[in-house]
C-alpha cells in the first residue's frame, strides 16, 4: 500500500512496517515546502488488515491532495483521495479507512 504524503523535511516519505506507526510532517503543525511530494509505503504481514485513522488532517484547497492505494499507485488500486480542508471533527467517519 502506498500512502503519498505531503511532509515538511528533507526526509519526504518513508517505510512504516510493525503493528502500530504513525505517518505526520516532522515539523507537523507547521507548513511545508511548496510542490512538496511524498510516499510511504506500509507493509504488513499476509492476511493482515490495516486501519488508517487521520487524526488531524489540514490540506490546502486546490493543492494538497492524500491519495491512498491497496498496492502500486494506479487508478484501479485507489482507495481513498482527500483533496479540500477536512474539520477534524469531521474524521471520525468517513476518513478511517480499513484495507483487507
Not at 42 to 65: C, K, M, P, W, Y
Not at 66 to 92: A, C, E, I, T
Request: with cysteine.
Amino acid at each position: 500500500m502506498y500512502i503519498p504524503y505531503v511532509e515538511c523535511s528533507q526526509f519526504c516519505g518513508g517505510v512504516v512496517q510493525g503493528l502500530n506507526g504513525t505517518i505526520e510532517s516532522p515539523g507537523f503543525p507547521h507548513g511545508y515546502p511548496n510542490y512538496a511530494n511524498c510516499t510511504w509505503l506500509i507493509i504488513t504481514g499476509e492476511r493482515n488488515r490495516i486501519q488508517l485513522s487521520f487524526v488531524t488532517l489540514a490540506l490546502e484547497e486546490d493543492f494538497d491532495i492524500v491519495s491512498v492505494y491497496d498496492g502500486q499507485p494506479s487508478p484501479g488500486n485507489l482507495k481513498l483521495r482527500l483533496m479540500k480542508k477536512v474539520h477534524p471533527h469531521r474524521l471520525l467517519g468517513p476518513y478511517e479507512v480499513i484495507l483487507q
